[in-house]
């Protein structure tokens, strides 16, 4: 069971950016999946998921960045936009079963992890 997040770079400001996280030894179909990001010394943050096929951002990231699924791939996707300084993290995908919705942001709830991939914002 593995989750392989790639994608990840060096990125001018207002430049775009897409990670993709494909799943293999499980099915991606009946599970919640994420992004978090991650940078030195803080917690990780929620970034994005999909729930029973809805979509739901964290705030610093609403309007930008978008959060999308290939199931016949096994793959999902973050579609990063208009990225700014403050967006540079290592980036994981994430995959959770038997979430509830009021659990989504949280990392502790989820149950796979991609390896993580850097994300550098920066002129």
């Known amino acids: 069971v593995q989750l392989q997040a790639s994608g990840g770079g060096l990125v001018q400001p207002g430049g775009s950016l897409r990670l993709s996280c494909a799943a293999s030894?499980?099915?991606?179909?009946?599970?919640?999946i994420g992004w978090f990001r991650q940078t030195p010394g803080k917690e990780r943050e929620f970034v994005a998921a999909?729930?029973?096929?809805?979509?739901y951002y964290g705030d610093s990231v609403k309007g930008r960045f978008t959060i999308s699924r290939a199931n016949a791939e096994n793959t999902f996707y973050l579609q990063m936009a208009s990225l700014k300084p403050e967006d540079t993290a290592v980036y994981y995908c994430?995959?959770?079963?038997?979430?509830?919705?009021?659990?989504?942001?949280?990392?502790?709830?989820?149950?796979?992890w991609g390896q993580g991939t850097l994300v550098t914002v920066s002129s």
């Open positions: 999909i729930w029973r096929s809805r979509t």
């Open positions: 030894g499980f099915t991606l179909d009946y599970y919640a």
């Open positions: 994430a995959a959770g079963a038997n979430l509830i919705l009021s659990s989504i942001r949280s990392p502790s709830r989820y149950n796979y």
